[in-house]
């Protein structure tokens, strides 16, 4: 298959999640998103696709071939990423959902996530720069002061300057609250930065004239652990002075010099090959200047803005990542001709695709069940965003942030552990030639395994959905869970859906509630170790339900479809197929995960590290 015949992600799948599951249109009756509708969503939607598969997806192949060279002290990207990045810029992904006072299109984050899901299946290490420019730009614009905003924020917005997040140390990795990188406050107001930095995606490149840093440091005498952490901003080039006032002048405050950030090496990633992974050093000649973001000693519960956010766009990446492997596997199945038909005993018969075979035609639905439910999980948990975010009422506001909250751990997880899986699958159509880097399946492969390592592995995931998310407030966000599980129960009834898996749904969701209880209860008698040791089980519990809870939800819009006649028909009996094999061979995994979970099984919680 080549570039112009991969669609990457169906369309008709994107327009069925928006305007038949979801009913995306109605944010526009929020005043934020009063400007916008159905056609300015498709506008965007179109632009994005066109840019998608016409500009970016033939760069990927080349790109993951050449990845960036570390020359001079400085990293050196394939000259295709600068033809693209401009247009990226332009087209609006950086500030699609950001509001129109920094710049920005003011679009619900439902309609950009799925609009951006193209450009990540098209070519992923691209838009790692600019998904970590926005991220940085948006913690300056939540927590930054007006200064902050007019010196960095305004520059990220417009492409000029680059962002990204400098959390991880060598001696930490992902516990943030061993960080050792220190600051020191002049009289200036300016802070001394000192320290090392490992693992910064995107932490030097010649796209952009600068780049600034989001960095956590310690503040000279600031307590241990978490609560001594702060939040700077620390840019690769300074001003020479800084000036009483920015304007958009580019000799304000004179020229840009050198900060003593410095790469002090480069990973050589088996996937993501574009976007650099580096280990960075800050202030080595003690010049390294930085800038406090908000209040001392609150770094970690701003950057959890930025991770959270990171989080999801891992999840879209996956799902965009395995989605491109799928529909490459689904091309090649129709064209590749091999065998005959069981029970055909005319060996002179012409060959068929191997579409025609069941095995083929398994893993295809395992793979359209995992990409398409991920990529329904994303839109909801956007959606909801965007209503925690605008909607009228505080209690809705609320709730839906519960929601949000709730499901971040399994959005950023599911696509990337399943999903990876689902590239397997991709390999495997493809036979002896998906093993080979002629076809593109390695090569996603070896982007998605990252998915499920950074921001946040998939233990800390599962660590984070049980000790925190569902038992906070009482379990309140798990209850707001419940109540839409069985508002689409209800609404899959009345459109005619299986009665069997709304009660099935039903079923699993309870469970958990007593699962969750159960744990919950080891928690309050002190033991957390007893709480926590299956938590990977149940992660994998709650990601089969939620998948299961989507799977109904398009089950019901498809069977609404059917009934009043929308085609192509043959579609919606593709999402009833899809929802069928989930309920009958994933969803009744519930019971076992329970059971395990409940178990308190302890083999490897008993595991003495001299034994193995």
Known sequence: MTASQNPLINDRDVEFLLYEVLDAPRLCELPYFADHGRETFDLYLQSCRRL?????????????????????????????????????????????????????????????????????????????????????????????????????????????????????????????????????????????????????????????????????ARIEGAPQGIKGVSLFAVPKLRPERWPERWNERRDEGGRLIPNDVEVAGMIHKIGWRGLPSLSMSFGERGDCHGYLVGSPHQGIAYMFQMMNEARIMVGVNAAATASAAYHEALGYAFVRPQGRRLGSRDPAAPQVPIIEHADVRRMLLRQKAIVEGSLALLATTALYADLAAQAADAEERARAQRLVDLLTPVAKTFPAEKGFESNALAV????????????????????????????????????????????????????????????????????????????????????????????????????????????????????????????????????????????????????????????????????????????????????????F
């Open 52 to 216: 998608a598969r016409d500009v970016l997806f033939p760069t990927y192949k080349p790109v993951d071939e050449s990845p960036p060279r570390f020359e001079g002290g400085a990293i050196k990207v394939h000259p295709a990423l600068k033809q693209v990045f401009r247009p990226m810029v332009e087209l609006g992904m950086l500030t699609a959902s950001r509001p129109a006072a920094v710049g920005g299109q003011q679009l619900p984050l439902v309609v950009a996530t799925l609009a951006g899901a193209y450009l990540m299946a098209a070519n992923l290490s691209a838009c790692g720069y600019l998904g970590l420019t926005t991220g940085a730009a948006h913690l300056i614009e939540t927590f930054g002061d007006d200064t902050l905003k007019a010196a960095f924020m305004t520059r990220m917005y417009a492409g000029e300057w680059a962002g990204t997040m400098a959390l991880t140390e060598p001696q930490a990795g992902s516990s943030l609250a061993d960080v050792q990188t220190r600051a020191a406050r002049t009289e200036a107001g300016h802070y001394l930065v000192r320290g090392s930095k490992i693992f910064i995606s995107g932490g030097d490149h010649d796209l952009t004239e600068n780049i600034v840093h989001l960095t956590l």
């Open 428 to 611: 495997q159509v493809h036979g002896g030639y998906g093993y080979s880097s002629e076809y593109l399946p390695e090569a996603w492969l070896r982007d998605q395994k990252l998915n499920a390592i950074h921001e946040g592995t998939t233990g800390i995931q599962g660590l984070d959905l049980l000790g925190r998310k569902v038992v906070a407030e009482g379990g309140a966000a798990l209850r707001a869970l419940g109540g839409e599980i069985q508002r689409t129960i209800g609404r899959a009834q009345r459109a005619g859906v299986e009665p069997a898996w709304g009660e099935r749904l039903g079923a699993a969701a309870s469970l958990l509630d007593e699962v969750t209880a159960h744990l919950g209860e080891a928690g309050a008698r002190g033991d957390v170790e007893r709480m926590l040791r299956h938590s990977a089980d149940y992660m994998e519990l709650v990601s089969t339900l939620v998948i299961a809870w989507q799977w109904l939800a398009m089950a019901a819009a498809a069977r609404e479809g059917l009934a009043r006649g929308a085609s192509p028909a043959g579609f919606l009996e593709g999402k009833l197929c899809a929802a069928q094999y989930w309920f009958s061979t994933e969803l009744p995994r519930v019971d076992a995960l329970a059971a395990l979970c409940r178990s308190g099984e302890d083999s490897y919680a008993r595991m003495k590290p001299e034994w």
